[in-house]
């Protein structure tokens, strides 16, 4: 018995070291500011992803593409706001907010501008900048229907200098990508630009920082 006395302790320890990492006690659902996390195209069930690789025509700059594996490390990104201190960490993100997308293991943030995508001619989507700093190509309002984003809803990122809307359209990539989808910009509100916050490290106000800044 006194084994068990010891260990329920340390078992409803556990719980609660656990909770805070999923995000739903102070804001239930909400994404928030500093979160990190994989993003699921709704339409073409794939995540937003990106990695060493720049495109060879357009801006050359880094390639963002979409991949079906649920389980790869170059898929997550974190929650920023458009400038430093506008996106208090743990605080949810409104709905209409200006943001940044800042990739995790390459530091460059979600970007888009006037070159043609490679695959369908829409809007070339790149990852740009060094160390989540790039330049105001870099933000994206985050459309959604209710008052915060929640986790489990369906929501847009429109772009805030060229007016595009982060999509999918399902054309594939060959050699060195082969299978990953293209990621681009479209001018209209459709299907294809639905995506939904997965996998991740959802950030609360009462999280260390110093413990949780990384996965």
């Not at 209409?96 to 970007?111: D, F, M, P, S």
């Not at 989507?125 to 309002?141: K, R």
Request: with cysteine; proline share 5%.
């Amino acid at each position: 018995m006194r084994g068990g006395c010891r260990l329920f302790p340390l078992l409803l320890l556990l719980a609660l070291l656990r909770g805070p990492c999923r995000g739903k006690e102070a804001a239930p659902g909400a994404v928030t500011c500093g979160s990190v996390l994989k993003l699921l195209n709704t339409r073409h069930s794939v995540r937003l992803h990106s990695h060493e690789v720049k495109y060879g025509s357009g801006s050359g700059q880094q390639s963002v593409t979409g991949v079906e594996a649920s389980d790869d490390a170059n898929s997550y990104w974190r929650i920023r706001g458009k400038s430093d201190g506008s996106c208090q960490r743990g605080t949810p993100v409104k709905c209409g907010q200006a943001i940044r997308l800042t990739h995790v293991n390459t530091g460059k943030n979600l970007h888009t501008h006037h070159f043609p995508s490679p695959l369908s001619n829409n809007q070339e989507v790149s990852a740009f900048g060094d160390d989540g700093e790039g330049d105001d190509l870099d933000i994206w309002i985050v459309q959604c229907s209710g008052t915060h984003w929640e986790r489990d809803d369906a929501v847009r990122f429109k772009h805030v200098g060229t007016d595009v809307f982060l999509s999918i359209t399902g054309e594939q990539y060959g050699h060195p990508i082969r299978g990953q989808r293209e990621v681009h910009g479209m001018p209209t509100a459709n299907h294809h630009n639905y995506w939904k916050a997965m996998e991740g490290v959802f950030i609360k106000p009462s999280m260390d920082p110093a413990k949780h800044d990384e996965l």
